[in-house]
């Protein structure tokens, strides 16, 4: 498959050193199976700064020119800091220090347009790395870069699209899942008072989970949150 070539040379950069092994070895001390996964998707998406997600005061500009275009998962650990591909990196290397069958994949960006397996160059299209995770013979896909995301969820535009992993012996060109209907919800709840003269008052919660919460975070005036 034309591409898979390009996945399975980019495995190395999320190889795992002897400071990943350690940091891994400490978040998943005590825990089991996805437990061990969640604690490491967790500390990466809240404890290495997203140089793209969230403030953008957190890293200096002296921080920033540390950002490389090559991508080194023991150095995001070191520096404590990343763009969104180097998290995923990460996360990557952290679940292969803990054991996990973890390999970094290519996925469908449904904003540039559909896949085809005719086209020449399909990393164009397959432009977005996430990780993929082979646990039971079931693969399930973590962007903990995308700040905004619960764990195993993936972007609207990622979700049902088509994406390659693979290693120097076999290739897999699946889709991905979308997000379940009880996680992907819009819930509004109002606790209201009518007086006698005909008032209405109180506070109206909308709670939103699921992709369409990450288009709300993402605004400009819902920057704290």
């Not at 120097?168 to 991905?176: C, F, I, M, R």
């Not at 506070?203 to 704290?224: A, F, K």
């Amino acid at each position: 498959s034309r591409g898979l070539g390009d996945v399975y040379k980019r495995q190395s950069i999320a190889s795992p050193n002897a400071a990943i092994k350690t940091k891994a070895e400490e978040l998943t001390t005590g825990k089991q199976g996805e437990e061990k996964l969640n604690a490491l998707y967790d500390f990466c998406r809240t404890e290495i700064i997203n140089s793209r997600r969230g403030d953008p005061d957190a890293i200096t500009p002296e921080e920033r020119k540390k950002l490389k275009n090559d991508i080194s998962a023991a150095r995001t650990l070191k520096m404590g800091f990343g763009r969104p591909k180097d998290i995923d990196v990460l996360f990557c290397s952290l679940a292969r220090a803990a054991g996990f069958d973890a390999r970094l994949a290519r996925v469908e960006d449904k904003e540039k347009g559909p896949f085809l397996y005719s086209l020449e160059s399909p990393q164009i299209v397959l432009s977005k790395i996430v990780v993929a995770i082979l646990q039971e013979d079931t693969w399930s896909y973590y962007a903990p870069g995308d700040r905004y995301f619960n764990f195993g969820q993936l972007p609207w535009q990622h979700q049902g699209a088509a994406i390659l992993h693979g290693d120097n012996k076999s290739a897999n060109l699946v889709y991905t899942p979308f997000t379940k209907t009880d996680a992907n919800t819009t819930r509004t709840d109002a606790d209201l008072i009518l007086d006698t003269e005909g008032n209405l008052t109180g506070h109206i919660t909308q709670v939103i989970s699921g992709p369409v919460s990450y288009t709300h975070l993402t605004l400009p005036t819902n920057r704290e949150v």
